[in-house]
């Protein structure tokens, strides 16, 4: 299925505006090759190929794509290949969604320190969920996490996506035991784990050194009243149906800040996006391009990460002994033709359906993207 092609591009703004903005911002190493990748993303400079139809009905250039993972043009075929193989491991049963909400208070100990912030957060909510796997259901549930860092607003909100199995592998490995309700755990109670695990990894990065950037007084009046305020957690009730879990965890899988489907308006003055329920924000370009940059992760960090059930993976571990109680889930054969007929579009003349040839472009006929008008 083909989609239209939108009418605003955020290269165009990156090409455009990142002088002004390195003139205001002092950029780190990977924001400066995002914006780097994003501005050359499938454009000439990159180079390609031209794509003629074997009838000779229909020829194109195609330009290499930057392939940078924040990039919004380059996640859509990365996705379907992830849910290709996350669904080779998934139970068969039910899973809930949570969300679990880093407190505004920490969001500059995040914005400095991202990698010891971002893998703290990771490690407090996994040994939530398990920990009241095992203290309540006296189970090992499977935990599938994507980290996202944005709003709709592109303000910086760090939060993470959690698939969690609808019960899990018995302690003693007798079976596999089910939730009896449409909740998971009391969203209180998760708080309160929540909370203390993540201070206390805090703590233990502190201890080693970590933050240096803060001096004691500082660190101290910044976590005294996190021991005290209720942190958020939010669970949704479990979907029925494994179909339903990898097609909707894909969405958020390789989801960036902001696709270019989303931009109403470009102007040398302003930018016009999307929001929630059908209302709009508007930026200057380069409070645009500085929101934008925020979001950008460390080099190597994962975002995606699995613990309990779906963190095993050596053979005749937890999660094939679960999948010979639960059931081992079975992609339908539609699905798994997804991708395929994706690539055989790729590959498809869109006047005659024939085959379309692939001929490297010369090496002249590469050139620097046009200037925006």
Known sequence: ??????????????REHRPALEAQVRLGREQRRMLTAIGLCRTAKLGGHEEVCEHGDFRRNAYNSCRNRH????QALAQERWIA???ERLLDLGHFHGVFTLPSE???LATWHPVEVYGAFFRAVAATLLELGRTRMKATLGLTMVLHTWTRELGFHVHLHVLVTAGGLALDGSGFIHTRHDYLFPLDVMGVVFRAKMLHELGLLRAKGAFPSFTNGAYGALMA???KKPWIVYAKKPFRRSTYVIEYLGRYTHRVGISNSRLQASTREQVTFG????????LHPVEFLRRLIQHVLPPGFHKIRHAGLYGSVRPGGLLERANSFAG???RPKKAKAKLEQWKRTAHT???CGGELRRIPLAPTSRAPPPPTP
Do not use: Q
Request: glycine share 2%; charged share 20%.
């Open 328 to 330: 081992a889930y079975h």
């Open 275 to 282: 929001t929630k329920h059908g209302r709009t924000a508007t």
């Open 106 to 108: 920490l969001r500059p």
């Open 349 to 351: 003349c869109p006047v």
């Open 1 to 14: 299925m083909a989609y239209p092609r939108p009418k605003f591009d955020i290269a165009d703004i990156v």
């Open 225 to 227: 009243p996190l021991a």
């Open 85 to 87: 193989a996350r669904a």
């Open 71 to 74: 990039c919004m043009k380059c």
